[in-house]
Each structure stands twice: as structure tokens, then as C-alpha cells.
């Protein structure tokens, strides 16, 4: 291959400089020969490469670190294996709303078809949770990458996938680079509704509603947040969340009703919204809900954008949502109401109480109280899937936006310990704290030697019960003989400290709460093991 004319930028130097131009700082990935080319140009660009263990993880990570700083994240990956190994990630942004660009390595087209090796049809593979899927072409770098970045974030974010080969990324970028180049900024796309229409049409609802119960959904955009509180707090409306907005409004309020879409107490939960008698799904996203009140019940939908998967339910005219709550906050509320969901509210807190049924266990009704009266209200806490995942969805007391991660669109294990360190990335001045149950920490515990050796440092809870214990309780709850749901014990304590992190081991809350207090403080990295007992669980979970 001749060498490139300097004077011109290679279709590897010109990637590297739109995504530099974006203002992403960082892009996350696992190398491979194929892309190390656009890793140099990365680097050449001021781009860092935070290099991780599994590319699912870094796809994970980047995701977050992303959404985030309001921007595209980017992970990039070699082809065949590496690629492959990003469909976890592309899933999940594309069911959680989250901003993802995957830039993998691929055969060139012009190989022959006998060249097999590591081929695989990435752009059949990830096509269907992609929105937007493209081959990177010196004659198409300059509007292809800008294209795909800019997909990402529209509303819903989502995923989008380029494949780069490590020929093509030596080849001369032909078409001269945008002047002045394309902002890559959160899009929404102008809503047909007239806001101040439905604005007087809610208000008229709740005009004669006696328990109307506001559901704020992943649709939510948190910029909107101030507006929302105010008028919520105006009006002293009762209201709800999904995991994935937790923090759009302060969970210690007493207009506070809990968290829907299938945590712990999802039974009362569903109780609460079948009890409304209107129910306002502010950017409510069915995506999180694993039940189906949401299209048995009727739900006022009040949208600005598609669901994830670019629905609408029908007859449903989307509106914007920061002048419909300009609109409804500078009126008086139509009447009022006087804590309709009181005896749920009631009934969802004690299911904290409560004492541990094994020796050296802890109470998970604990774990929260003791991290939570120490935890600063912008701490950023990530989830796993399993268990505690449910406790934390419904019993963490967010208080601030963009505070909450977990994966619920898709629920993917391996989520919170990635999510932690593109989070920390992103936002180096908040405390982080990470949940993660042993099964998904024993996936991805690896990646706290990345943590470390990137900066980011946070506090790891890993509740430690043997098992896959949200499984084993469905396995138990249909009835079924118990099989296969425990596993041999890793020592967590042992495993942090092989990935040189600080670790101990407690089942004394206070414990707990001292020792995370201190690390949050101190932005150290420390891993937690807290004993549990599956069992424990089941009251909250069947409530
Ligand atoms: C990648 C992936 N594989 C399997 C599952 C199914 N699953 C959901 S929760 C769970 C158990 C998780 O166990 P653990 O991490 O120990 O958390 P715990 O339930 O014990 O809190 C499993 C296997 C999943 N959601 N994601």
C-alpha cells in the first residue's frame, strides 16, 4: 500500500478529528491490530483511551460517561470477537436511552469472499439495535462519523455502529472536513403538540381527578427537572418514577409515592396505580415495566418523544415537555388533594423494617439506611441486576437527577461496576457507589484494576449471598424444585485486593456506613462485602 500524503488526513486521522471536535475527551475499548491506527489517531487528536478488560464493559461505561456530559459516548473495538462482544452494550443503550457509538474493525469489502477469517456480518448483527449503521470510507469519513454522532443523540438516544477496516483507516480522507463543523448536541425533534393546549387539557383531568398519581418516565429529559419540581411541588401533585429517572424529583418529599417498573414492592406499586384514578405518564417509557397496567390501564401520556423502540401509543400527539410545564406551573392547581397515596407511602417504607434471618447477614433494609444516612445527596450510585438491584431501585433515596444508574430497558448484568467507572469519568467530583450482587460482580470484577488505573475511583457494595438469588426466588415462587441457582464462593475480599483495591467484610451496619463514609469522602476506591440472605428478600419482593 503506498504511503499517505501527510498533507492529507487519513480516513483514521479525520474519525479521530470529528470526535475530537465533538468534545468527547475520552473514547473506552479493548484493542485489536485492526484499530490501532484510530487509536493512534485518537491520541494524536487529544482523545484518551481508556483501555478495558471486556469490551462489553467498556461499551457499558462509555455509554454512561456519555449521557452524562450530554454527549455521544464512543467505545471502539477490534472486529470479529471484539465486535461481537458489544452486542450487550448496543443493547442496552438502545432499550435504556442511552447515547452509544460503536466503532468496530471489519474485513474490507474488497477482500475476496474465500477471506473468512474473524468475518462476520457486523452490520446484519447489530442493525436492529442500531440506529443508524455505516461503513467509514475515506470518501465518507467527514459525514458519515458527524452523522452518526449526531444520531446518538437524538431523542431517544440510542446506539449507532460504524465499521472502519485498518485499510480503509490508512487510505487518504478525500472530502475536505466540515467548515465551521456540525455541533453534536442532545436533539429533540420540534413535537407537533401545542404545549399550551395540553397543558389546559391535564389541567382540566385533574380538575376532577381525586387520586391522580404523575409516573415520570426514562422519556423525562432531566434538563427539565427544575421545571417539573415546581410545578409538582405547586401543586402538591403525588408522584412516581421509574428507576431510570430516579432523582428528577427528591425522594425524602412527602409527595414521594415510590418507584414503578418491577423493583421490590412492585405489587403495591401496581396497587397504588390501579387505586389512581388518573394517571399521568410523564415520559413514561413501558420499556422499564415488565407488567402490563401500562396498556390495560388507561394512561394520560404526556410525550416529547418516541418510546425506545420508536413507538408511540396510538392517538398520542407528542408535545414539548419544558413549555407544558412553563405552562401548567404558572397557573393555580384546579383544586387540591390531600395525600391520596398515603397508606401505600406508609406501607413501602416499612418494608425496610425488619431483622437479618441468618447469622452474619445483613438486613438489606439496612444496607440502605446505613449507606444512605452517609452517602452526599450527588452521590452517583450504579446498580447491577439481580436482587439488590430491586432493593436499590425502590429504596435508594435519590434526591438530585442523573444520579441513579441501572440497566432496566434491557437488564444486563455487568451494568454496575461499568457504569461506575464511565460515571466517575464523567463526573470526578461526585461521589460514586456501585451495588453489585456476587453473581455480576464475579462477571466484571476484573475491571476494578481498570477503575484504579484510570482514576476512577468509587466505593464498591457487593452483597454476597452464593446464589443468583433473583432467579433462585423465581425459581422458588413457580414452584420448582431448587437447582442450580447457588455458586462456590469467590472471596470478594481477596479479589478486590488482587486487583490492588482496599476490602473488608461486615455484617454490622454501622460498620458499613463508617467505612463507606470515609472512602466517599476520601474518593478512594473501596469494595464492601456485605453478607445477605436471599430469603430475606422475599417479603419486600412479594409485597
Ligand atoms: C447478562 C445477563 N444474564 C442473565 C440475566 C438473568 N438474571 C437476572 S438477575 C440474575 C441473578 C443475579 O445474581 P447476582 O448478581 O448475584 O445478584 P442477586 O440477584 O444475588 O442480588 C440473573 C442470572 C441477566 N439479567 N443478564
Not at 376532577?208 to 410545578?231: C, K, M, Y
Not at 407544558?324 to 388533594?337: K, V
Amino acid at each position: 500500500m503506498p504511503e499517505p500524503d501527510q498533507a492529507i488526513p487519513t480516513t483514521a486521522a479525520a474519525t479521530a478529528r470529528v470526535i475530537a471536535n465533538a468534545g468527547i475527551e475520552r473514547v473506552f475499548g479493548l484493542p485489536g491490530g485492526e484499530v490501532l491506527v484510530l487509536i493512534d489517531e485518537l491520541r494524536r487528536a487529544g482523545v484518551d483511551f481508556v483501555l478495558m478488560r471486556h469490551e462489553s464493559n467498556a461499551g457499558l461505561a462509555a455509554a454512561v460517561y456519555g449521557k452524562l456530559r450530554g454527549q455521544p459516548g464512543v467505545v471502539v473495538a477490534t472486529l470479529g470477537p471484539g465486535a461481537a462482544n458489544l452486542l450487550l452494550p448496543m443493547s442496552n443503550a438502545w432499550l435504556d436511552q442511552e447515547p452509544l457509538v460503536a466503532i468496530t474493525a471489519q474485513i474490507p469489502d474488497e477482500f475476496p469472499p474465500t477471506h473468512t477469517h474473524q468475518k462476520l456480518p457486523l452490520h446484519e448483527l447489530f442493525r436492529p439495535v442500531s440506529r443508524y449503521v455505516a461503513t467509514v470510507t475515506g470518501e465518507s469519513a467527514a459525514t458519515v462519523v458527524p452523522r452518526a454522532l449526531a444520531a446518538s443523540v437524538t431523542r431517544p438516544f440510542a446506539s449507532v455502529y460504524l465499521t472502519l477496516s485498518a485499510r480503509e483507516a490508512l487510505r487518504p480522507s478525500l472530502v475536505p472536513e466540515p467548515t465551521p463543523w456540525p455541533t453534536i448536541a442532545p436533539t429533540l425533534a420540534v413535537p407537533a403538540g401545542d404545549p399550551a393546549v395540553a397543558a389546559r387539557q391535564l389541567r382540566d383531568r385533574l380538575a376532577s381527578a381525586e387520586r391522580p398519581l404523575v409516573i415520570v418516565g426514562l422519556g423525562f429529559d432531566a434538563s427539565n427537572t427544575h421545571r417539573l419540581q415546581r410545578w409538582l411541588a405547586a401543586w402538591n401533585l403525588p408522584v412516581a418514577v421509574t428507576p431510570k429517572v430516579k432523582g428528577v424529583v427528591d425522594e425524602t418529599t412527602p409527595s414521594f409515592v415510590g418507584v414503578v417498573g418491577g423493583m421490590a414492592a412492585d405489587g403495591l406499586m401496581c396497587d397504588a396505580i390501579a387505586a389512581a384514578d388518573l394517571r399521568i405518564g410523564l415520559g413514561l417509557d413501558p420499556v422499564e415495566i415488565d407488567k402490563t397496567w401500562h396498556a390495560e390501564l388507561a394512561v394520560h401520556w404526556v410525550l416529547e418523544a418516541t418510546n425506545a423502540c420508536g413507538v408511540v401509543p396510538a392517538g398520542v400527539e407528542l408535545v414539548e415537555h419544558a413549555s407544558l410545564l412553563d405552562a401548567l406551573a404558572a397557573e393555580a392547581a384546579p383544586r387540591t388533594w390531600d395525600a391520596p397515596f398515603a397508606a401505600f407511602q406508609q406501607r413501602r417504607l416499612a418494608l425496610l423494617d425488619g431483622h437479618a434471618t441468618a447469622p452474619g447477614t445483613m438486613w438489606p433494609g439496612d444496607i440502605i439506611r446505613a449507606l444512605a444516612g452517609v452517602a452526599p445527596p450527588d452521590t452517583i450510585v450504579t446498580t447491577d441486576v439481580g436482587s439488590h438491584k430491586y432493593l436499590f431501585g425502590q429504596f435508594w433515596p435519590s434526591r438530585q437527577p442523573q444520579t441513579f444508574w441501572m440497566s432496566n430497558g434491557l437488564s444486563g448484568m455487568g451494568y454496575g461496576l461499568s457504569a461506575a467507572i464511565g460515571a466517575k469519568l464523567a463526573r470526578p467530583e461526585s461521589p460514586v457507589l456501585a451495588a453489585v450482587g456476587d453473581g455480576g460482580f464475579s462477571m466484571n470484577a476484573q475491571e476494578l484494576e481498570t477503575a484504579e488505573r484510570v482514576g476512577a475511583r468509587f466505593v464498591t457494595v457487593v452483597l454476597e449471598d452464593g446464589s443468583y438469588s433473583l432467579i433462585k426466588l423465581a425459581q422458588e415462587s413457580r414452584k420448582l424444585e431448587p437447582y442450580r441457582m447457588d455458586f462456590g464462593r469467590i472471596d470478594t475480599v481477596k479479589l478486590a485486593e488482587a486487583c490492588g483495591v482496599e476490602a473488608l467484610r461486615t455484617s454490622d451496619p454501622g460498620e458499613l456506613a463508617s467505612a463507606a463514609a470515609l472512602a466517599l469522602s476520601e474518593a478512594r476506591s473501596l469494595v464492601i462485602a456485605v453478607p445477605v440472605n436471599y430469603a430475606d428478600y422475599r417479603g419486600m419482593f412479594k409485597a
